[in-house]
């Protein structure tokens, strides 16, 4: 498929003109997979169709309770177009309740009665739109709109343009939801299998048993040999610092399956989060200073209190914060920990805890496995090898308390 970039001239295209785009559209629809392609041959096509210079697509973002800019095609300057509209704010409001094609002609009297409609209104000449088209789903959803403009005023539009238009923004809005209905798949899929594994307390089981294998066969030779080998001085001063190491071993392994399960119940409290953050870097201060590593803290005045297991979310960041240690071992470095107080578009407030570390990073084949159980690289032999299960606790957690966890 072939982008066409939009007019550059207000000639508004024959009715002829029009069916061909419609059709052409549909046709080049079975190529497109992913949103970002589709939503900008949309709104070149509706640029085309409806004869405007410039055109923006914005596109539900449920998640966050907004609808946000995902395309934009034309000369306006990105800065008149906001990144993102709450659901609630009075234009998509209008296009839910009208379902109808927005444009600048109608606005000036009907609009003013209805509900939304100044709202409305206001919003399109801020956007600097000439036409607004919604994209309703089948279900009455509004998945998305397109605002759409034109330095001049739009020319009179006679019915069979105007039906020819809709027939595009419906077909756009079809597709539209096709690929949010798939992408939303693909994303509960991930979730489910992520969510899976965890509650899975076989795969913990099972991986357990495997992880003390090796360890226990070690201690059992050693037992074995050492009645025949007990005057080789030199045998049992290496073996027993290997027995040593992995009795270490199952210990910590031990002691992360405990806090494994002890995450069942999380007691609630109102607590302020930056006493919890500033209690765990009281904990590791010492160990930091050690290493040469600085720690550098910006706690946010204003953190909104949260309800919480004070306990887990120690364990939380104490994980975090010695994961970031690990990765700086030996070089040194800088810990960050900053906390504060996060808007969502929709006017949920939250308490954010970011924690940046500059060691070595983590590696893009590994992302997708650092919360796995047992997923380690540290595989270094002694009390510094990983059992692999911080993160996996640290991800339950986060579930158990309807928080979000992201890595970068
Ligand atoms: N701050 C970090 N920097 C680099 N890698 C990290 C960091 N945090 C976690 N990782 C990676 O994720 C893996 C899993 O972490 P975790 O579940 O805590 O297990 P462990 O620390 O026992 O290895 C680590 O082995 C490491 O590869
Ligand atoms: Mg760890």
Known sequence: MTSRPPNTSIVAPTANELLNIVTR??????TMTDLTTLGNCIIQELCRAGATTHGT??????????????????????????????????????????????????????????EFGAGA???????????????????????????LGAAQPLAE??????????????????????????????????????????????????GFAHEIRNPLTSIKTF?????????????????????????????????????????MEPKLTDENLNDVVASCLYFIDVKADSHGIKIEKELASDLPRVMLDRQQIKQVLLNLLLNAMDSMAGAGGRLRVQTRKLVKPGGNVWAHIEIEDTGEGIQDTNLEHIFDPFFTTK??????????????????????????????
């Open 157 to 206: 539009e006679n019915a069979l343009t105007r039906s020819l238009l809709a027939a595009l923004a419906q077909t756009a809005t079809n597709a539209l939801y096709t690929i949010v209905l798939y992408e939303d798949l693909l994303r509960s899929h991930t979730l489910m299998k992520r969510t899976d594994r965890l509650k899975s307390l076989e795969t913990i089981a099972g």
């Open 57 to 114: 697509l914005f596109l539900l973002d449920r998640e966050h309770e907004c609808y946000r800019r995902a395309s934009m095609v034309g000369p306006l300057a990105p800065t008149i177009i906001p990144p993102t509209l709450a659901v609630d704010h009075p234009l998509p409001h209008h296009l839910l309740a009208t379902n109808s094609i927005m444009t600048q002609a109608d606005s000036a009297e009907d609009l003013q009665e209805t």
């Open 121 to 147: 209104c206001a919003a399109m000449e801020a956007m600097q739109a000439t036409r607004i088209v919604p994209h309703l789903n089948n279900k009455g959803r509004l998945i998305a709109f397109s605002l």
């Open 379 to 408: 595989h270094e032999s002694g009390e510094h090898e990983g059992t692999g299960l911080g993160l996996t606790i640290v991800h339950q957690i986060i579930q158990e308390h309807h928080g979000e966890i992201r890595v970068k």
């Open 223 to 263: 037992i074995q040999l050492a009645p025949e080998r007990k005057d080789d001085p030199l045998f049992i001063q290496e073996f027993s610092k290997v027995v040593l190491d992995d009795v270490y071993r199952i210990e910590r392994l031990i002691q992360e399956i405990l806090d494994y399960s002890r995450y």
């Open 25 to 30: 559209f549909a046709a080049d629809l079975g």
